[in-house]
């Protein structure tokens, strides 16, 4: 557990850092905190072949981190490089995060490309427009056991999730709601920021497509992103590795362990054959 002070955006940010090897770093979604990818994303770890330092960052203003003067994605970015400049000097580094995290990824690999390895797009948010799944996202529900949450606890559970059952809010309940919880009366993130970046990312990456392994993950029925609007990023990624999750919503990992874990893992696994190839 550790704080980087950035002076140019007068911010601190709060970062775990896990592990040892390339440095790896992970960025959450927007509305919660780092522990919403400890919780996804150790799992995975802990079957890859591979050791990676893991870098788990609480983005400016959500979390714990401070706002400072970060007002939207731009600054997002800026202050993270800073942050992994702090951390690795000039060293690569492999970036990957869910939702709007991806998308701060993405911009990242349309800015700075030569100091990334490569980079994880989970339930990737887009700008794109797209068609969301029918019946607003939802694979199973369990009415009888929603009845037994308070209305605060079902509303949030129902948000993002695509299996309404009690196997799945046990592990909403541990590794997603806290996050949710920290940022629920979150003034800055609501009212200040701007997820938004100040130049085109479709277009920057169809101008300078980014060369390294890229994985963009989707969940059939996600309702908030969707899955198919990210199919057409292919062009922008030739060493891209695109898939969709069935039966699956937003909170990817929640709905589906064990494919997600397999999933990345298994890309994780093959990283290397990438990178040797192109030696």
């Not at 995060?97 to 990824?105: D, K, L, R, T």
Request: charged fraction near 25%.
């Amino acid at each position: 557990m550790a704080f980087f002070t950035d002076p140019e955006f007068e911010t601190k940010l709060y970062y775990e850092e896990i592990g040892e090897g390339e440095p790896f770093l992970l960025i959450h979604g927007w509305a919660i905190d780092h522990r919403f990818l400890i919780d996804a994303m150790e799992p995975v770890f802990a079957m890859a072949k591979d050791s990676y330092r893991r870098i788990y960052v609480d983005v400016p203003g959500m979390g714990v981190s401070e706002p400072g003067k970060v007002k939207n994605g731009d600054h997002i970015v800026e202050v993270l490089m800073h942050l992994m400049d702090h951390l690795t000097g000039d060293q690569q580094f492999l970036v990957g995060g869910n939702s709007f995290g991806a998308a701060i990824s993405r911009a990242m690999t349309a800015k700075y490309p030569e100091r990334l390895r490569c980079a994880m797009l989970l339930v990737p948010a887009t700008s794109l427009a797209t068609r969301l799944p029918v019946k607003e996202g939802i694979f199973r529900r369990d009415e009888e056991f929603l009845k037994t949450l308070t209305d605060k606890e079902r509303d949030a559970f129902c948000a993002m999730n695509a299996n309404l059952t009690k196997e799945a809010w046990e592990r909403y309940k541990t590794g997603v709601y806290p996050s949710v919880l920290i940022n629920e009366n979150n003034e800055f993130m609501h009212r200040v920021l701007k997820g938004t970046f100040s130049f085109d990312i479709d277009k920057a990456l169809q101008k300078r497509p980014f060369k390294e392994p890229v994985l963009i993950l989707t969940a059939k029925y996600d309702s908030a992103v969707g899955y198919e609007a990210q199919f057409g990023w292919l062009s922008d990624y030739p060493q891209a590795t695109y898939a969709v999750i069935d039966n699956a919503g937003h909170n990817l990992h929640v709905d589906q362990p064990e494919a997600f874990r397999h999933f990345i893992a298994g890309w994780l696994d093959g990283l290397h054959n990438v990178w040797e190839g192109k030696s």
